[in-house]
């Protein structure tokens, strides 16, 4: 009898760790404080994954974060901080994909495309959003008014709250089915 | 409705505004102060919506349809464990002083069974603390006996330990009588570490994706995985951050992450039209085969599956020793993907169960649970393949001519005795070679070999389906196997077999929920009867491989099935000696006249003290109904019945 293992899958746990490891190299260039601070989030999510902890993994990604934000707030270079968010995001998102995986497949069982496809995608969302981003940086420091893009971050945000509700309402709506 | 739109209107707003201002058309003029508001509240909302996130995000949990449903181990619970060593006093008595008082009626059962002393004896050397090596157990049960003194850095690692010294002590007191229990003589040694107090709590897993029955695809679950909770706030806590330092790298690091926060909403789960095919490499193997699956998943809608994760319904009695059954992968349209496993067939008739089907949609926030039939069905029956070595029986015997030697004179093969001659006496058996050489006539008598009438009976309590470890065959599917062979065997020499239960039945009250009568073939030979044998034994439910729900009266039955049986027949008795009605059984049966042989598969394990304890437990009983005259053949875990039976013919009688 082959017990099943319910540990995070190996293959998204260690894009996972890779993910984290660029975030906290890319903060790291910009300020001491956030490649401690992002050394601390690491250790937490490799626990985290090594155990199959949830709730490692969520607060190692965020410390993480927090070092992006600290060497974003010290550092000069704009680039390199989307670098290291989209390092996080993807460390965070694989490696809870990594856990659900785990959890309900088991590392014996056949999972390398299925994480492919999250893998790719993941990525391929990071660089689209950064790219418009990035886009409307540029835009906005061509001696456009702050108010201006910021108008535009909270259109962002609201327009995000009101797709997050519609979301929210269908989930319902299905339960009540 | 109206929050969403709100939302909407205010965002569309926003944008138009900031399009207004950005075109030039109109300008605001930004302050230090309105920028801090702003700011404020987006890290407000970023923490309101991140406090949200704690405890929900929770996922589907699977089952285990790969294990089988779980039998209990001999010695589930100490206190019942130690129980049955416990005189019952009737008066109430603490519970740790039960527990001392059980293991000290433990010591005594042992001291008078296996060491050959008398009551008083044992008691004595229970009070000096004689009886064992250990001290510490010693003085664990005796209040007379000085606990040992020990070195300061032991005492100091005790007090660091968790364990209580309770707990310690009734290891040591089960160890030790395990020691005396075993046979100090025995090949079976004790493990050198004293065995868990408890065993960890192992979380019981479902064995079935679903008891309900289901025809097709049927869905039964839609949840939000909540999979991305907390992003959208994290997001909105770094762009108000980042306003408020007007630093642009961080109102970046936010709209990325608003862009994730998007992504999660954006899709709807697709449903699936998955197609299954199920192959087996054999549907009717004999228990203990390996048998290969082959399961093909088809997506036979015209959309891509972006994430499929299924679980095979392996029936409930069926382990997978190798691969896994379950596989996670995206599918494109009329693309398939083939799972390959094996199984090791039990005995019984296994459907599998519909396949579980979780699917979630490309950012994995909502998650869409089906159920997938495809009906296979795997039947694995006992075979009655004879035993080499002959089946220890009683030599008692019915009065037709058969194999079974007697212990009477008579006409046969294997010498017996010479007697003086009398008169009648046939001439083939007169000892000419003495009358040529004295003169005298003498007869030959020789073992008679008459045709024994055989009941196989088996114990198929509830207490008897125990397992060495959970997913281990149990005792009843051993015994049944074992009773198809030994019937095979006896009906091959000759002999007549007849097969009964006593297990879950209706015969013992009406009002149970089972509609059956108790397993009753009367003693017979030929072939038709050993048809009749064999389709018994993989059929009635009193041989269901699934542990029965309730108990037996088990009473009742005996008293029907001795009614049936005649003076002559003698019953050979498959039970796993672990409680006491097992052998109560067997006495009541020897006490009217049946002679009876107890084939008892070995359950016991000893990876906790009460499961050292049980199985001592199981010996005193062995040793109980051995010193009554019944003899017990021991069938440990690793050997077959071909080995035991060996065994017993050899003459080592354990």
């Not at chain 2, 003029?29 to 949200?52: H, P």
């Not at chain 2, 992968?329 to 009329?334: D, S, V, Y």
Request: proline share 5%; with cysteine.
């Amino acid at each position: 009898m082959n017990e099943l293992t319910r540990q995070p899958t190996t293959l998204s746990g260690s894009v996972a760790v890779a993910g984290a490891v660029v975030a906290v190299l890319a903060a790291g260039i910009g300020s001491g404080y956030g490649l401690g601070i992002g050394f601390l989030g690491l250790a937490t999510l490799a626990f985290g994954l090594i155990r199959g902890h949830r709730g490692a993994i969520d607060i190692g990604s965020l410390t993480i974060f927090v070092g992006v934000v600290v060497s974003g707030l010290q550092g000069e270079s704009v680039e390199l901080t989307v670098l290291a968010t989209i390092g996080v995001v993807l460390a965070w998102d694989l490696g809870q994909d990594a856990t659900d995986l785990g959890e309900q497949l088991g590392r014996e069982a056949e999972t390398r495309r299925l994480e492919a496809v999250h893998i790719i995608s993941s990525i391929l969302i990071g660089l689209v959003a950064a790219t418009v981003g990035y886009g409307v940086y540029i835009f906005a420091s061509d001696g456009q008014p702050v108010a201006g893009v910021v108008l535009l971050v909270l259109a962002a945000a609201f327009l995000v709250v009101a797709l997050g509700s519609s979301h929210r309402r269908n989930n319902w709506k299905g339960r009540n089915r | 409705m109206s929050v969403r739109t709100g939302w909407l209107a205010l965002g569309v707003v926003t944008f138009l505004g900031a399009l207004i201002v950005l075109t030039g058309v109109y300008s605001v003029g930004i302050g230090q102060g309105s920028l801090i508001v702003v700011g404020c509240g987006l890290l407000l909302g970023g923490v309101s919506a991140l406090s949200r996130r704690r405890g929900v995000r929770e996922q589907t949990g699977t089952p285990d349809p790969e294990r089988t449903y779980h039998v209990p181990t001999p010695g589930t619970s100490l206190r019942e464990t130690i129980g049955q060593f416990r005189q019952a006093t009737g008066d109430y008595t603490v519970m740790s002083r039960r527990f001392v008082d059980g293991l000290r009626g433990g010591v005594v059962a042992v001291l008078t069974r296996f060491e050959g002393h008398s009551v008083e004896e044992a008691t004595t050397q229970l009070e000096t603390g004689e009886w064992t090596a250990d001290k510490e157990a010693a003085a664990f049960l005796s209040e007379s006996v000085d606990r040992p003194s020990r070195p300061l850095r032991k005492r100091l690692a005790a007090a660091l330990d968790r364990e209580t010294m309770f707990r310690v002590g009734i290891r040591r007191a089960g160890a030790s009588i395990a020691v005396v229990g075993y046979g100090r003589e025995s090949a079976r040694s004790v493990p050198d570490s004293l065995p868990k107090y408890e065993e960890a709590d192992e979380d019981e897993r479902n064995s079935r994706t679903t008891t309900k029955q289901i025809t097709g695809t049927e869905q039964s679950r839609r949840r939000s995985t909540e999979y991305w909770t907390g992003v959208g706030a994290v997001a909105l806590f770094a762009v108000g951050l980042g306003v408020l330092a007007e630093s642009s790298a961080v109102v970046l690091a936010g709209v990325v992450g608003v862009g994730y926060a998007g992504f999660a909403r954006a899709f709807e789960p697709p449903v699936p039209e998955i197609d299954l095919e199920r192959t087996l490499g054999t549907e009717e193997p004999e228990p203990g085969d390996e048998v290969d699956v082959e399961l093909t998943v088809t997506n036979e809608s015209g959309r891509l599956l972006p994430d499929v994760r299924l679980i095979d319904g392996v029936p409930a009695g069926l382990n997978v020793t190798d691969g896994a059954a379950r596989v996670g992968t995206a599918l494109r349209p009329g693309e398939s993907v083939t799972l390959e496993y094996t199984v090791t067939a039990r005995r019984g008739t296994h459907d599998f169960d519909p396949a579980l089907v979780l699917t979630r949609d490309l950012s994995r926030s909502t998650e869409q649970e089906f159920y997938i039939e495809c009906e296979t069905t795997v039947a694995s029956n006992p075979v009655l393949r004879p035993i080499a070595s002959a089946v220890p029986l009683r030599a008692t015997a019915a009065s037709f001519s058969g194999r079974l030697q007697t212990a009477d004179g008579g006409s046969g093969t294997t010498f017996h005795s010479v007697r003086e001659y009398r008169r009648n006496d046939p001439l083939n058996r007169i000892d000419w070679n003495r009358h040529a050489r004295t003169g005298e006539l003498a007869t030959l008598e020789f073992h008679e070999e008459r045709a024994a009438r055989v009941v196989v009976l088996l114990d198929t309590r509830k207490a008897s389906y125990l397992a060495p470890t959970p997913d281990e065959r149990h005792a009843v599917d051993r015994s049944v196997a074992a009773a198809g062979r030994t019937a095979a065997t006896l009906l091959e020499n000759g002999d007549t077999v007849g097969l009964a239960a006593i297990g879950p039945s209706r015969s013992t009250k009406p009002a149970t929920s089972s509609t059956h009568d108790p397993c009753w073939l009367a003693p017979g030979a030929g072939r038709h009867h050993r048809v009749q044998f064999e389709q018994l034994l993989a059929s009635h439910p009193q041989f269901s491989p699934v542990p029965p729900e309730r108990e037996t009266h088990w009473y009742g039955q005996l008293r029907t099935l001795r009614r049936r049986f005649t003076s002559e027949t003698q019953v050979l008795l498959f039970s796993p000696l672990c409680d006491p009605e097992s052998l109560e059984i067997a006495q009541r049966l020897e006490a009217h006249g049946h002679p009876v042989t107890v084939v008892s598969p070995d359950p016991t394990a000893e990876r906790t003290t009460a499961q050292q304890l049980a199985r001592v437990g199981r010996r005193i009983r062995r040793f109980d109904l051995q010193r009554a005259g019944i003899p017990v053949v021991d069938w440990g875990p690793e050997e077959t019945i071909d080995e035991v039976f060996a065994r017993m013919h050899a003459g080592d009688q354990r």
